[in-house]
């Protein structure tokens, strides 16, 4: 399994519009500190999956072949708007794995074009060739689901957007030995939103679930700052992400 992280900024993004801020200044002259809209690419042998949809140009990065499949948390437009693009495309229906939402977003549902939604149940694993899936219930705002994902004795856990972790959810994680822990860290440690951790919410979740390794994700553009300003502050092992980070394997 190799995961590479495309986006890595929450719905506002860096640099911020209208934001005239030093980060932001930065962002527009160098791509390297842009944050996209969350989102992700696992490739196993050659096929590739894109976890998220939040990005504009999903057709631009998959020019040469079509994603395999698509992995959707949720609903919400920074993790969705790029499919109302894409679903106008030609060829092969993409198969779309998503939570029961019954509204979705928008008019995606009447109009999938050439996606091909396919509703999963919370903690029912299921397979793609050798890869295991299992969806798990996070707490948001709009039904929410991470991803457990597991080949070859290798646990990758994409978790994102969530504020700490449903019970059933953290019981499930623990003591699974997982490589590698994506979480959606929106905020610096005092900020306090009902649908995204702060760091301490994250760091809290990583000392349960005891992963080899955490990567930090949806960063919104105060908490970047705020880790610019911090850079020491993290344990070892649990790093910031950044847009086209390889985080997997390291
Ligand atoms: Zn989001
Ligand atoms: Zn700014
Ligand atoms: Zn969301």
């Known amino acids: 399994m190799r995961l590479k992280l495309i986006g890595t ?12 801020c030093l980060l932001c200044a930065k962002a527009k002259e160098n791509t390297d500190f842009r944050r996209g809209p969350a989102s992700a690419v696992l490739e196993i042998d050659n096929k590739k999956y894109l976890l998220d949809a939040g990005a504009m140009d999903i057709a631009d990065k998959f020019s040469d072949k079509k994603p395999d499949a698509i ?6 437009p920074d993790h969705v708007q790029g499919l109302f693009h894409l ?6 229906n993409i198969p779309v794995y998503c939570p029961p939402d019954s509204t979705g977003c928008s008019d995606l549902f009447k ?8 509703t999963k149940k919370k903690f029912e694993e299921f397979s793609i ?10 707490i948001h705002s709009k039904l929410t689901f991470g991803y457990l994902f597991e080949l070859d004795n290798q646990r990758i856990a994409y978790l994102t957007d969530t504020k700490g972790l449903p019970p059933k959810t953290a019981l499930f994680l623990e003591d699974r030995n997982i490589d590698l822990l994506i979480i959606d860290t929106s905020h610096a440690p005092n900020v306090n939103d009902t649908n995204h951790n702060n760091l301490n919410d994250s760091l809290d979740i990583c000392e349960r679930l005891k992963p080899v390794r955490t990567v930090l994700t949806h960063i919104s553009h105060d908490f970047d700052i705020w880790l610019n300003e911090n850079k020491s502050c993290l344990p070892t092992e649990v790093y910031v992400a950044n847009d086209g980070l390889t985080v997997f394997p390291c």
């Open 9 to 20: 900024g929450n719905a506002a993004g860096v640099p911020l519009f209208g934001c005239d």
């Open 71 to 76: 992995f959707l948390t949720h609903f919400h």
């Open 87 to 92: 679903r106008w495309g030609k060829g092969e």
């Open 111 to 118: 109009n999938p074009g050439i996606l091909k939604f396919n």
């Open 129 to 138: 060739g050798y890869l295991k899936v299992t969806p798990l219930p996070l």
